[in-house]
């Protein structure tokens, strides 16, 4: 491929192009990768193969949603700030609307027959969804035997022993950071960041950090006791520790809110989860959902898009704040072989993770009973054999079989399996 770059694009020029990726990012992060790899590096060259690259690296290593923020990091690398809010924006904008409508025309009628049917066959694609996920991720992450063993203790202490993924993902990144091959050491520094650099870091971090914080300090003054304060809260945790893209956190997430803060039911955090895999935008807008019910189940529908719209502002904002402050270093970064050690287990234990996960939904959509037996500080979760919801599991048959026999796309699964749901239902 060609490394020589075209003129830096106009606002206008770039405007677009970002809008044509936020309403064209269907189908998770892989896709929207390939997507923004197309445009901005193959048909625009703004980029080169190694910039693109190195940008992707460190979105990595990040928590949040690596897409979102590479598109971040390529508009600060062509425009700056201005560039950066722009591709971020348009990233996550037109899925967040959707995903609002969506979340309301749910509240609304989601208890009706017919939207029930045709959830039906979108959780069951979800499980599928899910298991594609982990199958790719694994294929990818676990290239040796300690990472082997990394992600199987994570499923361990996550499934049987509930350790909070924070923790996990922590550990996993001290293993590797102080166990990376000694010979990798030799690569070479492309950077040396200096003063200048360090204190403008300082000055982006403080102005982002306020940003990010205002208002959960507004909401500390005027409503201190309220569930705002408490969404906002919760949220701001997560985005902190979102590491390993949505599949990996929505373990964490999702047993959170169902079965700490009963915001939602598992099979309404299964139907937020369809909603955000056939919209555009990354997945990680199913919190904005999780945010919506826990609002309207509340206060109605002000306080649901209350809750909206502030989950959608602790999540994003400090995704604005990783790649404004890490940017100028991303060059040196991607070349500091300890970070690779700590990326490559932090990867390896989202295997076990993303394998808790599709554990854990596929029992609570299969079955209509499962409850968690504990037994000291271990913990299993049984269904009631009884209570095997046989459409969901014909259904994600028939999924597996359309994603791994025949490969079709995420849309397409999750159309045919919501109309196919909606015909058995109907039928039986």
């Not at 492309?190 to 982006?204: I, Q």
């Not at 971090?205 to 990010?212: D, E, G, P, S, T």
């Not at 956190?249 to 895999?277: C, F, I, K």
Request: hydrophobic share 60%; net charge neutral; charged share 10%.
């Amino acid at each position: 491929m060609n490394d020589e770059l075209q003129e830096s694009p106009s606002l206008r020029d770039a405007f677009l192009i970002w809008l044509k990726v936020g309403l064209l990012s269907f189908g998770g992060p892989a896709a929207q990768i390939s997507l923004m790899h197309r445009l901005v590096v193959s048909e625009k060259q703004w980029l080169t193969e190694k910039q693109y690259l190195n940008g992707l690296s460190f979105c990595m290593l990040l928590p949040g949603p690596e897409a979102m923020q590479l598109a971040t990091y390529v508009g600060w690398r062509l425009q700056g700030v201005i560039g950066g809010l722009i591709a971020g924006l348009l990233f996550v904008i037109p899925g967040a609307i959707v995903i609002g409508i969506l979340a309301w025309l749910y509240a609304l009628y989601g208890e009706v027959a017919l939207v029930n049917s045709l959830f039906l066959g979108i959780k069951a694609a979800v499980i599928v969804v899910v298991l594609e996920a982990l199958f790719r991720v694994a294929k990818k992450a676990l290239g040796s035997v300690s990472h082997w063993v990394i992600a199987f203790l994570s499923f361990i202490g996550i499934f049987f022993f509930n350790l909070p993924y924070p923790f996990i993902v922590l550990a996993a990144a001290v293993f590797g950071f102080f166990t990376i091959h000694a010979a990798s050491s030799e690569e070479q520094r492309v950077l040396t960041p200096n003063r200048n650099m360090l204190l403008n870091t300082c000055k982006t971090v403080l102005v982002w950090l306020l940003i990010w914080a205002s208002p959960i300090v507004l909401l500390l003054v005027v409503a201190p006791d309220g569930l705002l304060l408490q969404v906002g809260t919760f949220f701001s945790r997560l985005a902190v520790v979102t590491f390993g893209g949505a599949y990996a956190v929505l373990a964490y997430l999702g047993q959170e809110v169902v079965e700490n803060y009963g915001w939602l039911s598992a099979g309404e955090m299964m139907d937020g989860l369809g909603l955000a895999e056939t919209t555009p935008g990354p997945l990680i807008l199913v919190t904005e959902f999780v945010g919506f019910f826990a609002g309207y189940r509340e206060g109605g529908l002000s306080v649901a898009i209350a809750a909206a719209l502030l989950t959608l502002w602790v999540t994003f904002a400090p995704c604005f704040l990783w790649i404004f402050a890490g940017a100028p270093y991303i060059e040196w970064i991607s070349d500091q072989p300890r970070l690779k050690g700590a990326l490559a287990a932090i990867t390896a234990a989202v295997v076990g993770v993303i394998a808790n996960l599709s554990l854990w939904f596929a029992l609570h959509v299969m079955f209509t009973e499962v409850v968690r037996e504990s037994w000291g500080p271990m913990q299993l979760w049984l269904p009631n054999v009884s209570s095997i919801d046989w459409i969901v599991l014909l259904l994600t048959v028939l999924c597996s079989v359309a994603a791994f026999r025949f490969h079709w796309p995420i849309v397409r699964i999750l159309l045919a399996s919501s109309i196919l749901g909606l015909v058995l239902s109907t039928v039986f």
